[in-house]
T-cell receptor, first 114, second 110 residues
Framework: NAGVTQTPKFRVLKTGQSMTLLCAQDMNHEYMYWYRQDPGMGLRLIHYSVGEGTTAKGEVPDGYNVSRLKKQNFLLGLESAAPSQTSVYFC?????????????FGPGTRLLVL | LAKTTQPISMDSYEGQEVNITCSHN???????ITWYQQFPSQGPRFIIQ???TKVTNEVASLFIPADRKSSTLSLPRVSLSDTAVYYC???????????FGAGTTVTVRA
């Protein structure tokens, strides 16, 4: 039982390049989330999904897109990376809304945009 | 959603009790309070959740006063392995809205 896994663990991009971060969970959770974590700012919700085929915007969605084609996977895309997107990205999953259900987090992806 | 504010850092010694207070003045009726622990290079991990009064589990206690404008995470008899960042989360029970605090770095010394 791996829980929540994220790929890749670390990536360096040049401004304007694109990439996709992959999140996978094996807990059969309906809800999945993408956060970014910046120093002094805690975690901020980028996008979330309440089930296969559904996605919705969170607090800071600009510059990111997501897809949930399979229940166990949640992809985060950066179409044209900017230095402001340098951050640590965390994926999480839960059986219900994050406000009341335990979220299970992945180990994170460190992204550096030059 | 309620803005969450917590101290940046706290120092303690092994065997002491550590209390971390989170302020959430504008908390709504539908909001719950959850605390997460994060070690370096890992994702946050659930510690405890509450709505009002006091909640206790095997690792921590959560005190929430009647007005719910703050909450206090209590870690009894800390050890070196409790050195981590602790996050307060206020989240809504009927929609996606949530607010993480900036985190409190707790350092436990021998």
């Amino acid at each position: 039982n791996a829980g929540v896994t994220q790929t890749p663990k670390f990536r360096v991009l040049k401004t304007g390049q694109s990439m996709t971060l992959l999140c996978a969970q094996d807990m059969n959770h309906e809800y999945m989330y993408w956060y970014r974590q910046d120093p002094g700012m805690g975690l901020r919700l980028i996008h979330y999904s309440v089930g296969e085929g559904t996605t919705a915007k969170g607090e800071v969605p600009d510059g990111y897109n997501v897809s949930r084609l399979k229940k166990q996977n949640f992809l985060l895309g950066l179409e044209s990376a900017a230095p402001s997107q340098t951050s640590v990205y965390f994926c999480a999953s839960s059986s219900g809304l994050a406000g009341v259900e335990t979220q299970y987090f992945g180990p994170g992806t460190r992204l550096l945009v030059l | 959603l309620a803005k969450t504010t917590q101290p940046i850092s706290m120092d303690s010694y092994e065997g002491q009790e550590v209390n971390i207070t989170c302020s959430h003045n504008n908390i709504a009726t539908n909001d719950y309070i959850t605390w997460y622990q994060q070690f370096p290079s890992q994702g946050p991990r659930f510690i405890i959740q509450g709505y009002k009064t006091k909640v206790t589990n095997e690792v921590a206690s959560l005190f929430i006063p009647a007005d719910r404008k703050s909450s206090t995470l209590s870690l009894p008899r800390v050890s070196l392995s409790d050195t981590a960042v602790y996050y307060c989360l206020v989240g809504r029970s009927n929609d996606y809205k949530l607010s993480f605090g900036a985190g409190t770095t707790v350092t436990v010394r021998a």
